[in-house]
């Protein structure tokens, strides 16, 4: 059965694997770094600068607003923005892990903090898409009617689009 929120049940579905790389390189990371150690460490960055942060930044223009409105409450989203606080604070710990890998062989600590990165930001981003496809859009696919759907659909896209723009310019 086909719901009004699909499209976003269906970007989760496209995203998952890419949510499951984070935990592959969390398992990759040992004190030497193979080339597609590195390559998979990456993968992940790409992921979370250019898909998904960009992704929660339009849930927080038009996802958010709207599922406030239907439950009738401002603080209804808190924890979920929160999360995405989160997610950005762990890309940018990846990001500076990263940027001190120069070659082969990496310290001890630099690999427990890699991995326990690359498992948090897993975690985080699973239980993330789970919260909104179990509360979230059960409660939409209720109270929202499909051109309502549609509008914040395409609010989405627009302010996705508006977050991988500023990333080029950056």
Known sequence: MTTITQPLRDEHKELMPHVKTLQLAGEAIQETLTPSDRALIDEALTFLTHHLIPHAQAEEKALYPVVRKVMGAEEATATMSRDHVEIGKLTQELELLRSKIAGANITVKQANAL?????????????????????????????????????????????AQAAKARLKVD
């Open 115 to 159: 991995r326990n990165v690359l498992f948090g930001l897993h975690t985080i981003v699973k239980l993330h898409f789970a919260k909104e496809e179990e509360v979230y859009l059960p409660l939409l696919d209720s109270r929202l009617t499909a051109e309502e759907a549609q509008a914040m659909f395409s609010a989405m896209e627009t302010a």
